[in-house]
C-alpha cells in the first residue's frame, strides 16, 4: 500500500487483462468438462427411493380437479381399483378377485378381495364400492366422470360381492374401472380429499410440500405383503437439464419421463445407469381443422399424410425413442394393428394429390404450442412440407393458456401439432365437437354399435373405425410419445409401459436388498 | 427520520395503487382463460360457468379490481385460482426463500466487493489492480444461470459435495438448509460481486483524487489510514446506491437461479403462475415485489444521510 501509485506505463495492463480474461476463460472450460470419474451414486440400499417427476399435482382430489399429474402419483400406490390394466393392456384383477358377466352383458358381479384394509385401518368391502360408484355421479365435477354414466346402479350383494347393472353392454367400461374414475375410496369420506389420502394401495401420503416433492410412506399391513419400499419420494422437477442434474448428483434414484430424449441418449453411456422405454397413451397429433379450407378437403389431408416422413420427425422431436403408430390406438390397446403402411412417405403422391385438389401453391398456418417437442417437430414438418409446394408459416402459441384459448376452444387455427396423453381418447379426439371438428357421422354408429358388442365384435367394429379415421387423415399421428425412464441400475421392478395415467410403483425395489432394512 | 417514514408510506401507497392498477389491466388483456388453463381440456361448459362464478371472473373488471384491493389492504391475497388455497400464506412462505438467497447473495457480494474494490483502486496501476478489474469484467459479462449450471456441474455432479438443487427450510433441517442454500446465493453473489467490485475501484478512485484526502495526509495521517477514515464513507454514498438498484434487480432476477436450483422461491411461484394464468397469484406477487423495492429505495435513501451528513439538507 505504501508503494507510489503514479509511474508505471499504461499500455502492459491490457495486456495483463487481456491475458487475465483468457485465464479464467480456460479455467472455467476445464471446470465443465472435467471427467466423471470421482461420482458416486449414494442411495443404492436401504428402501427409500426419490423419483423426479415433470408435472407436480396441484392437490391430491381427481374427483374435483382435472390433470394427470394427480392420478399419476396416486393411482395403484395409494388409490386401487376393481380391476387393473396390467403392463401388456390387459384387465386383471385387483380389488375384485373375480367377476361374472350376464348373458346380456349387462349386469357384472363383482367378488371382492377379503382381509383389504384401508390405510387408515378401516376394512375394505362391498360398501365401498357401492358408495365409491354412486360418488362418481354425485360428487365427482371431473368431466371424466361421463366413463361411469352408462352404470345404471350399484348394489350391494353381500358384503364382499357387488352387482353393477349398466344401461347397456360396454366393453370400453370394463376397461375404465382400472382408470382414475374406478378408484376405490372408503363409503365414509371424512378427510379432505384435497390434502389427504385414503386408499387400499400399498403406500400412503405422508408429506406434501407445494412446489418441491410429495412423500409416500410404504404401508406394512398391504393385502400384497409388506410395501417394498418405507419412503417414495417424488420430487417434482419441471426443468429437465435440473432432473438430470439431480439424477448425477445422487440427489435422486430414478427419472421419471423428466428428462429429453437428447438427454436420455447421453445418460444411455453412464454404466452405473438403466434406461428402460416403455409406451404411454401419449400421441403426438398434427392436428387439422377440418371444418376449414384446405383441410375440409380429404385429398389436402391424405396428401399431406404422404408429406410428411414421420420416422425423420420421431427421430428429431424425440431422439428416436417412441413408437410410429398410424392412429390414436397404443400397442396395447386390443384393437391395435399397425396401420403406419396406409400413408407411406411419398412427396410425389402428396404433390399429385394437392395438384387434384388444386393446392399446388398453398399457404397454411400452422400454430405451435412452445412445448419442446412441439417446436422441434414443427420445424421438421415445414421443410418437409415445403418439399411438396406447401407454404406452413408458424405461429408460436404460449402452452396451455394461449393454445387453448386460440385452438382448442375458439378453433382458430388450421394446422397444429400436441400431444394427446390420455388413455382410449380415439373416440374423443375424433368427434365433432372436439378441436378438430371431425365429421364421426360415419365412425360413431359403428363405435357404438362395437362398444355394445361381444368382445370380438367390439375388437373387429373398432379396427373398423381405426381403419376409417386413418384413412379420412382428419389429423396424423405422427408417433407414439415414449416413457423414458433413466435409474439407478440397483432398481428392479420399474413398470416402465403407462398403460393408464397411473405412474405404478407398486414393484419398485432395490435389488440388493430383501425385506426388512 | 418522522417524515421519511412519512414521505415513505406516502410513496408506497401511490407506487403500489399505480401498479396493482397496470398489473391488473395488463393481465386481462393477455390472451388467455384462465377457467380453461385451470380446468382442463375436459371441463364442461357447466363446470367452466361454475368456476367462474366462484373465482368471480365473470364480475366487472372494476368490482374485481375493488375486492382485491379490499383483501390487499386487509393483508389478504385471496385464493389461487388454480390450487383454490389462500395465496397469503403461500406468498410469504415463498418470499422468505427468496429474500435468504437473495440476502444472502447480496453479504457475499459484499464482503468480497469491498475490499477487492478498494484493493482494485489502490493498487490499479499495478498487476493486482489490473487482475481484479480484468476479472470483474468477466464476471459483469456472465449471466447467473450460467454461474449457476458451472456450480451445478462442478460442485455438485463432479465432486459430489453439495446437493445440485432443491430446498430445506431452515427450521425443519438447520444442516440441510445450508447444504442447500450455499450453491444459489453463490450463484446469485458472484455476478454481483463483480459488479460491485467495479463500482467501488471507481468511486474508491474518485475520492482518491479528493483534496480532502490530500488534506488528511498533510495533517499526518498515513495513505491507507486517510483513506479508511475519510475516504471510504465518500465512496460509500455511489456504491450504496448501485447496491440499492442491484438488490431490486436481484429479487426479480433471482427466478433465473431459482429455476436453475430448483428453489421454491417467488420467483418460480410467479412464473408458474403466469403460466398458469392464475391471475389473483401474477398481480399480488407483483405488488409485494414492488413493496420490496419501494422498501429497498427507502433504506438507501436512508443511508445516504447516514454516511454524508451533507445529504441530510437535500433530503426530505
Redesign the interface.
Known amino acids: 500500500?505504501?508503494?507510489p501509485?503514479?509511474?508505471?506505463m499504461?499500455r502492459p495492463?491490457l495486456r495483463?487483462?487481456?491475458a487475465?480474461?483468457i485465464a479464467?476463460?480456460v479455467t472455467?472450460l476445464a471446470?465443465?468438462t472435467?471427467?466423471?470419474t470421482?461420482?458416486?451414486y449414494p442411495g443404492g440400499e436401504g428402501r427409500e427411493v426419490t423419483i423426479a417427476v415433470a408435472a407436480e399435482p396441484?392437490?391430491l382430489d381427481f374427483t374435483t380437479t382435472?390433470?394427470a399429474a394427480i392420478p399419476q402419483l396416486l393411482m395403484n400406490n395409494v388409490y386401487e381399483t376393481l380391476v387393473k390394466i396390467d403392463q401388456d393392456g390387459k384387465v386383471v384383477p385387483m380389488l375384485a378377485t373375480r367377476w361374472d358377466v350376464s348373458a346380456d352383458r349387462t349386469q357384472y358381479t363383482f367378488h371382492l378381495r377379503q382381509g383389504v384394509t384401508f390405510s387408515d385401518g378401516r376394512p375394505f368391502t362391498a360398501d365401498d364400492v357401492v358408495a365409491s360408484f354412486d360418488r362418481v355421479r354425485t360428487a365427482w365435477?371431473?368431466?371424466?366422470k361421463g366413463k361411469m354414466d352408462v352404470v345404471e346402479r350399484t348394489e350391494k350383494v353381500d358384503a364382499h360381492t357387488v352387482l353393477v347393472t349398466l344401461s347397456r353392454p360396454s366393453n370400453s367400461w370394463l376397461y375404465n374401472l382400472g382408470t382414475s374414475v374406478g378408484a376405490i375410496f372408503p363409503a365414509k369420506i371424512d378427510f379432505d380429499l384435497?390434502t389427504q389420502a385414503v386408499g387400499t394401495g400399498p403406500y400412503v401420503v405422508t408429506s406434501v410440500?407445494?412446489?418441491?416433492?410429495i412423500v409416500l410412506t410404504g404401508r406394512n399391513d398391504w393385502w400384497g405383503g409388506p410395501a417394498p419400499l418405507r419412503t417414495v419420494t417424488v420430487?417434482y422437477?419441471t426443468?429437465p437439464?435440473?432432473a438430470v442434474?439431480?439424477l448425477?448428483?445422487?440427489?435422486v434414484d430414478m427419472l421419471f419421463n423428466s428428462a429429453t430424449g437428447d438427454q436420455v441418449r447421453q445418460l444411455q453411456k453412464d454404466p452405473r445407469l438403466q434406461v428402460v422405454e416403455g409406451t404411454s397413451t401419449g400421441e403426438v397429433l398434427l392436428s387439422f381443422n377440418n371444418r376449414v379450407p384446405p383441410f375440409d378437403d380429404v385429398r389436402v389431408r391424405r396428401a399431406f399424410a404422404y408429406a410428411i416422413d414421420r420416422k425423420a420427425v420421431m427421430d428429431t422431436a424425440s431422439a428416436g425413442f417412441g413408437t410410429l403408430v398410424a392412429a390414436m390406438v397404443t400397442p396395447q390397446d386390443p384393437f391395435y394393428e399397425d396401420l403406419t403402411g396406409v400413408f407411406p412417405f411419398d412427396p410425389a403422391r402428396a404433390r399429385a394429390l394437392l395438384k387434384e385438389a388444386g393446392q399446388q401453391h398453398l399457404h397454411v398456418t400452422f400454430d405451435v404450442p412452445n412445448l419442446a417437442y412441439a417446436t422441434t417437430a414443427a420445424e421438421l414438418i415445414v421443410s418437409q412440407l415445403a418439399d411438396v409446394g406447401v407454404t406452413a408459416t408458424i405461429t408460436t402459441d404460449?402452452f396451455?393458456?394461449?393454445w387453448?384459448?386460440?385452438v382448442?376452444?375458439r378453433h382458430d387455427f388450421q394446422m397444429s401439432v400436441i400431444q394427446h396423453s390420455?388413455a382410449h381418447d380415439l373416440l374423443t379426439v375424433f368427434h365433432r365437437d372436439y378441436y378438430l371438428g371431425y365429421d364421426d357421422s360415419k365412425i360413431a354408429p359403428l363405435a357404438a354399435a362395437a362398444d355394445a358388442g361381444t368382445s370380438e365384435q367390439y375388437v373387429a367394429g373398432m379396427k373398423q373405425v381405426v381403419r376409417m379415421i386413418v384413412d379420412d387423415a382428419g389429423g396424423i399421428v405422427l408417433y407414439l410419445a415414449p416413457t423414458l425412464i433413466v435409474a439407478d441400475k440397483g432398481l428392479d421392478g420399474i413398470q416402465a409401459n403407462a398403460v393408464t395415467e397411473s405412474m405404478d410403483l407398486t414393484a419398485l425395489r432395490w435389488a440388493s436388498t430383501s425385506s426388512g432394512g | 427520520m418522522k417524515r421519511q417514514v412519512g414521505w415513505l408510506a406516502g410513496q408506497l401507497v401511490a407506487t403500489l395503487a399505480l401498479a396493482s392498477a397496470l398489473v391488473f389491466v395488463v393481465l386481462r388483456v393477455l390472451p388467455g382463460d384462465s377457467a380453461v388453463v385451470a380446468l382442463g381440456v375436459n371441463a364442461t361448459p357447466q363446470a367452466l360457468a361454475q368456476w367462474r362464478a366462484q373465482h368471480g371472473t365473470d364480475r366487472p373488471l372494476i368490482a374485481q379490481y375493488g375486492s382485491w384491493m379490499g383483501g390487499l389492504l386487509r393483508g389478504d391475497f385471496g385464493t389461487s385460482f388454480v390450487t383454490g388455497r389462500a395465496l397469503t400464506p403461500l406468498i410469504l412462505d415463498r418470499v422468505q426463500v427468496t429474500l435468504i438467497i437473495v440476502g444472502l447473495g447480496m453479504l457475499l457480494a459484499l464482503v468480497v466487493a469491498v475490499p477487492l474494490g478498494t484493493l482494485a483502486a489502490v493498487t490499479h496501476r499495478s498487476a493486482w489492480g489490473t487482475v481484479i478489474a480484468g476479472a470483474s469484467q468477466v464476471g459483469v459479462a456472465i449471466p447467473n444461470f450460467l454461474v449457476g449450471v458451472l456450480l451445478v456441474s462442478l460442485v455438485a455432479v463432479h465432486l459430489g459435495w453439495l446437493p445440485a438443487g432443491g430446498w430445506t427450510p431452515p427450521a425443519t433441517n438447520p444442516a440441510d438448509f445450508w447444504r442447500h442454500v450455499i450453491l444459489p446465493s453463490v450463484a446469485l453473489g458472484t455476478v454481483q460481486a463483480a459488479i460491485i467490485t467495479r463500482y467501488v475501484r471507481s468511486a474508491v478512485l474518485e475520492v482518491m483524487r479528493e483534496d480532502f484526502l490530500r488534506t488528511a495526509r498533510a495533517a499526518g495521517r498515513t495513505r491507507a489510514g486517510a483513506l479508511v477514515r475519510h475516504g471510504l464513507r465518500n465512496a460509500g454514498v455511489p456504491v450504496v446506491t448501485v447496491v440499492g438498484v442491484q438488490l431490486a434487480a436481484m429479487l426479480i432476477g433471482a427466478v433465473v437461479v431459482e429455476r436453475v436450483f430448483v428453489v421454491p422461491g417467488l420467483g418460480s411461484l410467479l412464473v408458474d403462475a403466469v403460466q398458469q394464468r392464475d391471475l389473483q397469484a401474477v398481480q399480488s406477487i407483483v405488488v409485494v415485489l414492488v413493496a420490496l423495492v419501494v422498501v429497498i429505495n427507502f433504506v438507501v435513501d436512508l443511508l445516504y444521510t447516514v454516511l454524508d451528513p451533507r445529504l441530510r439538507v437535500v433530503a426530505r
Open positions: 500500500m505504501g508503494r501509485i503514479v509511474g508505471r499504461a495492463t495483463r487483462t487481456t487475465a480474461v479464467l476463460a472455467m471446470a465443465c472435467a471427467g466423471s470421482a461420482q458416486q396441484v392437490n382435472s390433470g365435477v371431473n368431466a371424466i384435497k410440500r407445494p412446489g418441491d416433492r420430487r422437477l426443468d437439464t435440473a442434474n439431480a448425477r448428483a445422487g440427489d404460449e396451455p393458456a394461449v387453448l384459448d386460440k382448442f376452444t390420455e
